[in-house]
């Protein structure tokens, strides 16, 4: 599925909320619950541009650094925006933007259209 922004979320409620803001901003979106199955779309080719996700995912799982990390093997401009609890952001450094939690759908679009633009 082509998409220009990737949302994982494992919280449905959040990531639909920011699927939909994206969508009615104009991009075209596409949210995933897993990283596995995000990860598999990222590297199958498309036009990414963006990756959203969180930092921990449930136990047993990827988390969002590595899933960052591996999606950038295959698309090594991918841009990366974190939205993180503030004790995880240092994990973060060197891998992506951060937005931290709690944040707002409409602080996400605005986070991609800067990071989109620039």
């Keep these: 599925m082509p998409a220009r922004v990737v949302v994982v979320h494992d919280e449905a409620s959040i990531r639909d909320e920011f699927v939909s803001a994206l969508h009615?901003?104009?991009?075209?979106?596409?949210?995933?619950?897993?990283?596995?199955?995000?990860?598999?779309?990222?590297?199958?080719?498309?036009?990414?541009?963006?990756?959203?996700?969180?930092?921990?995912?449930?136990?047993?799982?990827q988390h969002g650094v590595s899933l960052a990390l591996m999606a950038r093997l295959k698309r090594p401009n991918l841009k990366v925006l974190f939205v993180a609890r503030q004790e995880l952001v240092e994990?973060?450094?060197?891998?992506?933007?951060?937005?931290?939690?709690?944040?707002?759908?409409?602080?996400?679009?605005?986070?991609?259209?800067?990071m989109l633009s620039a």
């Design 91 to 114: 994990y973060t450094h060197g891998v992506g933007e951060v937005l931290q939690t709690p944040v707002l759908a409409d602080d996400v679009v605005t986070k991609v259209q800067e």
């Design 24 to 61: 009615r901003a104009g991009y075209k979106v596409a949210g995933f619950s897993e990283t596995r199955t995000a990860l598999a779309v990222i590297e199958a080719g498309g036009h990414i541009e963006l990756l959203i996700t969180r930092v921990t995912f449930p136990k047993g799982t």
